[in-house]
């Protein structure tokens, strides 16, 4: 089979992927499509979407956006599929006006649980495809950063500092003089308060008596934005561990982690990717 | 086809008259509109319903609340959403994830994960242990369940003209008391009171809109024959042991 189609169809749910031609003006549904580059052009608009991890920053006052731009060089898509090499290499670079988006791709082995019979089953190791999207808007100066799913647990925070740095310094910048973190627990109260986001698992620390407390809503509508968890969140009496979420205008289940890092639990698409985003970056 | 029905207080007076309890039906309403108010949070757009402690207000049993619920969740739209609440498969004790009933498929991973150990497990309504849960929409069924003048005499009435349905509802109250077997006809009897004084309070509803001297004179009837009460309430709070 293809391998763009099958990096397609891996990354996004059948529903969206089966989308694209017609999004795409490409003039034939989904299953008459043969083309090796229609294939390709509908995974650039997949790489967009499906990450499970996305960062928030804020370009730093005292950088001026040109010397950006002016490093950026534009390159036109071209994935690192069939996998020449497992190294993170930037697949995509488009400067608009004072915006700009990059794609980077890795690939990484994990070990995934097959079903070798229906009463057997085994771990393998599978080579997978792993995709940075960065996308920088001017107008609100916030840059946003998707990444698959690299390492485990908390390492994530650091693997994904890691791998900006390393996008950014193939263009001679060094993404941590450029840009500032936005730490996520209190945009993500207000929205909460605003009922935009909806929590159903709050988990925090008493940093004085050392006690961990957790509340969890078994109610599917519950929002535990009343529970007084919640106000010591807020009010930082408390130390953030998780806030799990939802979105009011659609279905599946994200969460504050590590303080600002937000981490999608569903397979997320195009409508819903841009929501949770603009959400988001309404308020920061 | 089924048909849903857009009105929740349709649908709930539909269900007591089809499955005979017709005369508790008021009861039923105002216990739920009395349940949502009293349980809600502000600015909280749903509550939780729990068919235990709504099942305490109505007294029809646990088993009978939920079917009413699902009835109600089933046959109307935007007030009532039944769901499925699973523990976690790896530590089965503990509690694990809610699946709206519309979302949930037979043995198909969850799409949200385990708020126990963050693993996508599947499910079978045949196999695993379930507990039905209810959400209920706290604006909508207000604003459906609420009662204009000409309801509350209207309902109410049916305790004004039916002497055993205020024995039965009594001993159903008692028996939710948890008091020792001793003081429960004492009990009884303090709530039977109670629930005349009920009536006659009715009765007042009834003539909200004729003479304010007919008014005045059931009120005052009623204040004296309240002075019964402090019994009920002396026993309920223990003062009798003093």
Redesign the interface.
Known sequence: MNTYKLELERRLNKPDYTKLPQALGLGQTYSDITSDNDFKKMLHIADRYGQKYIMFFKLKEDVNINTILSNLINKSYSPNIPMGNMNLKVAYVKKTGNNFEIIANSYSEVMKWKDITDTRREKVSVITRRVAYIEYNHSTKILTFAQDPIGEGAGITQDMSIYLNEIFSEYNLFFDDLFETIELLKPVCTLIDDGVLSSSKLQGTDEATGRQHETVGKNKRDNLKDDNIFKALKDESYSLNRIRLGHKNFKGTFEVFSGNILRIWFNINGDNTSELKTSITSIL | MEIILVNLKQALHLYCKENNLAELACIVHIALLNYISNFS????????ISPLVLNSYIGIGEDKTIDLLSYLAANTSGYI?E?Y?FNCKNFVDD?GV???KD?FVENEKT???C?KCDGFHSYSLNIDKVEY?F?GNVKAIQEDLKLSDEDISKELIILNTNEEHVDKIANILVSKLKLEISKQPEAKKGIIKYLHSFREFTSVLADISGDASAITENVVKIGKDASGMTDLLDLLTGKTES
């Open positions: 949070k502000e600015h909280i757009d749903w509550t939780n959403l769901e609440r509690y809610t699946i709206e979302d799409l949200d994960p708020q849960g959400s």
